[in-house]
Nanobody, 115 residues
Framework: QVQLVESGGGLVQAGGSLRLSCAAS????????MGWYRQAPGKQRELVAV???????NYADSVKGRFTISRDNAKNTVYLQMNNVKAEDTGVYFC?????????WGQGTLVTVSS
């Protein structure tokens, strides 16, 4: 069983920066990948960025060049550095962890970008 705990959400001005963190804890699991999803008001949840254990990183086109995902494998932690944020980045950000044959989700942290 694995539990994901997120932090770092809040209010930020357009053009500013924010860093989200997510730590996985528990026992009896092996992490294959970690990433971030978000859900804007009135929209479906979408992938923001994901990083596999093999080193493959994928970003949504809308965040390329602005967001950076990174992992500290020793701490089972994933980060999302959000730079030059836009109003369209507003939403609830969810940490995701692939733990074959299943996966896990964080509780979500709200990011609000003021314009």
């Amino acid at each position: 069983q694995v539990q994901l705990v997120e932090s770092g959400g809040g209010l930020v001005q357009a053009g500013g920066s924010l860093r989200l963190s997510c730590a996985a804890s528990g026992s009896g699991f092996i992490i294959a990948a970690m990433g971030w999803y978000r859900q804007a008001p009135g929209k479906q949840r979408e992938l923001v960025a994901v990083a596999s254990n093999g080193g493959t990183i994928n970003y949504a086109d809308s965040v390329k060049g602005r967001f950076t995902i990174s992992r500290d494998n020793a701490k089972n932690t994933v980060y999302l550095q959000m730079n030059n944020v836009k109003a369209e980045d507003t939403g609830v950000y969810f940490c995701w962890c692939g733990i074959p044959p299943s996966d896990a989700w964080g509780q979500g942290t709200l990011v609000t970008v003021s314009s």
